[in-house]
């Protein structure tokens, strides 16, 4: 994962956490019982203020966290203490021999992936993959492009905003043993205007290779 924009969480965790659980976490609540199994293990890759892994808590899945940044991970934990003991420092892609708890029946990834370098793309597919249980589920949503990213695709606070079209996510994680069960389109919750969001939900066929 990018490390500018690791960084930039870490210096403005606070601000940035408590804008993130400004969203409602009930408007979530079909979508994740669509997608994951009834009390399934379901792991939160990128969970960043903790908003979305609490939910998950609370309808009764055996939820953990993934978040490279120890400021969002100690804003996570003050905000649900819930999630003390469930989170974990691993970035995108997660390193092969890390102790990640797996296997897990699905796996949440959301506004994550286009803070990814393009050449580690790859490989963080194949690390979501290694995650899961074979037909497990994977939830991710991810913002095409971003108003006021330039050329390097950097905004104004050196965060990594890779343009990653419906397109490109579908075939990057087909290629690595997925199939892709629906997408669709969705506007920002946050409210900002000219901001849509691309979400996809896939299911493991092949597992991936651990070598």
């Given at each position: 994962m990018d490390r500018q924009t690791i960084a930039y969480y870490?210096?403005?965790?606070?601000?940035?956490?408590?804008k993130f659980r400004g969203i409602s976490r009930a408007e979530w609540r079909e979508v994740f019982r669509e997608a994951f199994p009834a009390r399934g293990r379901v792991v939160d890759v990128g969970t960043g203020s903790?908003?979305?892994l609490a939910q998950l808590l609370a309808m009764g899945f055996d939820a953990y966290g993934f978040e490279p940044s120890v400021g969002m991970r100690g804003e996570a934990e003050r905000a649900f203490p819930e999630l003390v003991g469930r989170l974990k420092p691993f970035p995108l892609p997660i390193p092969k021999d890390s102790q990640t708890g797996a296997p897990y029946d699905g796996v949440l990834c959301s506004a994550v992936l286009m803070h990814v370098p393009e050449s580690e793309l790859p490989e963080a597919a194949l690390s979501i993959g290694r995650l899961l249980k074979p037909s497990g589920r994977l939830l991710t949503y991810v913002l095409p492009s971003k108003h006021g990213v330039g050329a390097d695709e950097r905004d104004e606070n050196r965060r990594l905003f890779?343009?990653?079209?419906?397109?490109f996510i579908t075939a990057l994680f087909e290629r690595v043993g997925f199939r892709l069960l629906r997408s669709w389109e969705e506007t920002d919750?946050?409210?900002r205007p000219g901001i849509t969001w691309n979400g996809?939900?896939?299911e493991l066929e092949t597992k991936p290779s651990v070598q």
């Open positions: 870490d210096r403005c965790a606070a601000e940035a956490a408590a903790g908003r979305d890779a343009k990653l079209a419906p397109e919750r946050l409210g996809f939900l896939f």
